[in-house]
């Protein structure tokens, strides 16, 4: 399996509450994603890293940020959590080398629920 | 906007015949596509890719076909398998931009 964990891996909170999200890898991959799973949505991506501290928006970016001071890091963090940001926060990673560099690995996900 | 697109949401097949699940995208400057595997409460597992420069990639039961021209993708299963059951996504990687982005999924029961 590869080296990705998230953390935490189920979180309450309340509307109008800041929340990080945080992905660890240990494989040195370059590449790193964050997606929100939704039914009738599948997966969408809300931001991604090409390199340290070199982030890029995604589909669904609106209310999230993102930092990646060190390359096995990468958080998510919602500025002021609401109800329609409740979802499972999936991250992902890619870019080894050869084969790897397709392949995209993800983490067990985090279930987040805004009250 | 979504660029790659699945248009059934679920499909259902019998134990040993063929699962057939389609993919559509709109971006000509995709690089690679990509079939994931998802079961419940577990982050989604690669299953098989395919370079736009192919038309067909092979991995034992599972095989992706690719049409340019119709900006169409399918994933083949033979034989279906009850654990193959499962949420299945198409994804796309658009190399100049980095990103990979994935379809809305389709969920697949085998039924034995």
């Known amino acids: 399996d590869a080296g990705i964990t998230q953390s935490p891996r189920h979180k309450v909170t309340e509307t109008g509450t800041p929340v990080t999200l945080r992905c660890h890898q240990t494989e040195n991959h370059r590449y790193m994603y964050w997606y929100r799973q939704d039914p009738g949505h599948g997966l969408r991506l809300i931001h991604y890293s090409y390199g340290v501290k070199d982030t890029d928006k995604g589909e669904v970016s609106d209310g999230y940020s993102v930092s990646r001071s060190k390359t096995e890091d990468f958080l998510l963090t919602l500025e002021s959590a609401t109800s329609s940001q409740t979802s499972v926060y999936f991250c992902?990673?890619?870019?080894?080398?050869?084969?790897?560099?397709?392949?995209?690995?993800f983490g067990q996900g985090t279930r987040l629920t805004v009250v | 906007d979504q660029q790659v697109k699945q248009n059934s949401p679920s499909l259902s097949v019998q134990e040993g015949r063929i699962s057939i699940l389609n993919c559509d995208y709109t971006?000509?400057?995709?690089?690679?596509f990509l079939w994931y595997k998802k079961y419940p409460a577990e982050g989604p597992t690669f299953l098989i890719s395919i370079s736009s420069i192919k038309d067909k990639n092979e991995d034992g039961r599972f095989t992706v076909f690719l049409n340019k021209s119709a900006k169409h993708l399918s994933l083949h299963i033979v034989p279906s398998q009850p654990g193959d059951s499962a949420v299945y996504f198409c994804a796309a990687i658009y190399f100049y931009g980095n990103k990979l982005v994935f379809g809305a999924g389709t969920i697949l029961r085998v039924k034995s």
């Open positions: 971006n000509s400057m995709f690089d690679y």
């Open positions: 992902a990673i890619r870019g080894g080398t050869g084969k790897t560099d397709t392949e995209a690995f």
